[in-house]
């Protein structure tokens, strides 16, 4: 029913910034949350940053600990896309990142989310 697009990972240095896109398709008129999670090797799936959105038509957002005033979500409500601006970049950073849009009230937990982007490699060198 929705389609995740992702775009915008690479290398970058250490205090560097990037920007991440994720376009969506599809029926997304009902999506609850949307999320940003990543993946480094060998370890398991983590919570980034996730948008909740009211019924009112109002957003809230959400950051982990480890990226709060670094990274900041946004969303282009006629593009259907969400950005994820990542600044002063840490090798600690380093993952795939994947988007996702999800109808449950619990955003920072990835078994919450149905729909999930391909992956977006993310490499911060030092």
């Known amino acids: 029913q929705v389609q995740l697009v992702e775009s915008g990972g690479g290398l970058v240095q250490a205090g560097d910034s990037l920007r991440l896109s994720c376009a969506a398709s599809?029926?997304?008129?009902?999506?609850?949350?949307m999320g940003w999670f990543r993946q480094a090797p060998g370890k398991e799936r983590e919570f980034v940053a996730a948008?909740?959105?009211?019924?009112?038509?109002?957003?809230?957002?959400y950051y982990a600990d480890s990226v709060k005033g670094r990274f900041t979500l946004s969303r282009d409500n006629a593009k259907n896309t969400m950005y994820l601006q990542m600044n002063s970049l840490k090798p600690e950073d380093t993952a795939v990142y994947y988007c996702?849009?999800?109808?449950?009230?619990?955003?920072?937990?990835?078994?919450?989310?149905?729909?999930w982007g391909q992956g977006n490699q993310v490499t911060v060198s030092s």
């Open positions: 996702a849009a999800g109808y449950g009230p619990r955003y920072s937990d990835l078994k919450e989310y149905d729909y």
């Open positions: 948008i909740r959105f009211s019924l009112s038509g109002s957003s809230i957002t």
């Open positions: 599809g029926r997304t008129f009902s999506t609850y949350a």
